[in-house]
C-alpha cells in the first residue's frame, strides 16, 4: 500500500479530482485497517517519534498502562505516565538509545495492581531509526500460574512425607504429655514444695501442645480435604468471627471494622473450612500491628465473583516475600510453623476460588479471596429487567 501511495503522489499533479478523492479514501481505508488491527491486539503498542514525542497508543495501552491524556507529538512519553517508576525508566532508557526487553513493573491498574513486562526496541525504517516502539505485556496471570504450581507442587511434595513422619512425631508427643501429667499429680500428691519443677514441667507441656499444633496443621495442609458445602451467607460467618476475636483485638489494641455487602449472594463453602481460613488471615494482621492499628473487612459482590478483603495497617510484607508466602514452610517469625497462609491457600482453592495480597513493607497489607458466584445467583443480580423484576 505504501508502495502504492508513493507512486500515486508522484502522479498528483496529473490527476483528476475524483482520481485523488478515490486516492485519499482508499489510503484512510488502509489506515482505518491498521488502527483496527493494533486495537485488536491482546499487547499494549505505544509509538514516539525521533524526539521521544508519544504518536500514538493502542487501545490496550490506553486502557491498561497508566497514561494521562497526551497531544500527540507534542509531549515526551515520560511525561504523560502516572507511574513514577515506569516514568523514570522510559526516560533513561528513551534518552540514552538502550533497546530494553521484558522490564517488569507493578502497576495500579483500576484500583487492581498487575504486573506489567515492559519492552523499548528501536522504530527502524529504510535501515534508520525513525522513533521508538515501547511493547506492553500483561504478565500478571502468567506469573500467578506459575506461582500457583510452585505451591501445588511443594504440597504435594509435602504429601509424601505426611504418612509417616506426621505420626510417627505424634506417637511420641501424645505419650510424652500423658507422662508428664502423670508426674505433676505425683508431685502435688507430695505436696509443697516443687513449685520450681511444676513450673518447668509446664513449659515442656507447652512446647508440647506446640509441636503437636504443628504437625496437625501439618497433617491438615497435605491431606485431602473433604469439602461439607452448604448454602449460607459469609456475613453471617464473618460477624461470628470477628465477634468470637474481638477480646483479643481489644487487647491488642485493634479496631476492626467491618464494611458487608447489604446484599451478599449466598454460596456454598464449608463452614469450619472457611472460618480457619479468616481466622489465620485475622490472626496474621494481629501479629502484624503488635504497637495496635486498624483492621478492616469488607465483602462485596461483582458479575461473577464475591470478594473478601481483609485488610491492616500493620508492617506490611517486603516485595521479595509476596511470592512466597503462600508456600509451605515459609515464615518471617520465629515462632510461625510457616504453614497458616498454605492452609488458607489451600482451604481457598478448594472452594475454587483465588487469593492475592497487596503490600509494601511498612505500610500494611490487604488480603483479597476471590469465591466463584453460582450461575443462578449470577442470574439474578445481572438482570433487573425493565421494572426491576
Avoid at 507534542?74 to 525508566?89: C, K, M
Avoid at 510452585?150 to 506417637?171: D, F, P, W
Avoid at 469488607?298 to 481483609?310: C, G, H, N, V, Y
Wanted: contains cysteine; charged residues 25%.
Amino acid at each position: 500500500m505504501r508502495d502504492f501511495i508513493k507512486r500515486a503522489l508522484k502522479k498528483l499533479p496529473k490527476m483528476t479530482a475524483e482520481q485523488t478523492q478515490d486516492l485519499l479514501i482508499s489510503a484512510a481505508t488502509e489506515i482505518d485497517r491498521l488502527e483496527t488491527v493494533l486495537d485488536s491486539l491482546a499487547q499494549g503498542i505505544l509509538v514516539c517519534d525521533p524526539n521521544h514525542n508519544l504518536v500514538l497508543a493502542n487501545k490496550y495501552a490506553e486502557r491498561f498502562f497508566p497514561i494521562t491524556h497526551y497531544d500527540q507529538g507534542d509531549e515526551p512519553l515520560w511525561s504523560v505516565v502516572r507511574e513514577e517508576g515506569v516514568a523514570a525508566f522510559l526516560e533513561t532508557t528513551l534518552l540514552t538509545g538502550d533497546r530494553v526487553e521484558d522490564r517488569e513493573f507493578a502497576v495500579e491498574v483500576k484500583g487492581i495492581e498487575r504486573l506489567l513486562s515492559i519492552s523499548v526496541l528501536p522504530l527502524v525504517r529504510d535501515h534508520q531509526v525513525s522513533g521508538s516502539l515501547i511493547y506492553i505485556e500483561d504478565i500478571t496471570e502468567k506469573r500467578s500460574k506459575a506461582a500457583q504450581l510452585r505451591r501445588m507442587e511443594s504440597l504435594a511434595s509435602l504429601t509424601t512425607l505426611a504418612a509417616g513422619v506426621a505420626h510417627e512425631i505424634k506417637n511420641p508427643l501424645g505419650s510424652l504429655s500423658i507422662h508428664i501429667q502423670l508426674i505433676q499429680k505425683t508431685l502435688a500428691a507430695q505436696g509443697p514444695g516443687h513449685a520450681i519443677l511444676d513450673t518447668y514441667l509446664g513449659v515442656v507441656n507447652e512446647e508440647i501442645d506446640r509441636l503437636n499444633h504443628i504437625v496437625v496443621d501439618f497433617l491438615f495442609a497435605v491431606r485431602p480435604m473433604n469439602m461439607d458445602l452448604h448454602e449460607g451467607n459469609l456475613n453471617t460467618l464473618i460477624e461470628e468471627l470477628v465477634g468470637f476475636v474481638s477480646f483479643e483485638l481489644e487487647a491488642a489494641h485493634i479496631i476492626c471494622t467491618l464494611d458487608l455487602a447489604a446484599q451478599l449472594p449466598l454460596i456454598e463453602f464449608d463452614e469450619r473450612c472457611m472460618k480457619q481460613a479468616l481466622l489465620n488471615l485475622i490472626k496474621n494482621a494481629i501479629t502484624a500491628m503488635p504497637q495496635g492499628g486498624a483492621l478492616n473487612i469488607k465483602t462485596e459482590a461483582q458479575d461473577t465473583t464475591l470478594s473478601i478483603s481483609i485488610t491492616d495497617t500493620g508492617s506490611g510484607i517486603p516485595e521479595a516475600h509476596l511470592s512466597k508466602i503462600f508456600e509451605p514452610y515459609f515464615t518471617t517469625t520465629e515462632t510461625g510453623s510457616g504453614l497458616g497462609l498454605t492452609l488458607v491457600y489451600k482451604i481457598i482453592r478448594e472452594h475454587q476460588g483465588e487469593i492475592t495480597v497487596k503490600s509494601r513493607e511498612g505500610t500494611g497489607a490487604c488480603f483479597r479471596i476471590l469465591l466463584p458466584i453460582p450461575q443462578k445467583e449470577r442470574r439474578l443480580i445481572s438482570y433487573g429487567g425493565p421494572h426491576g423484576h
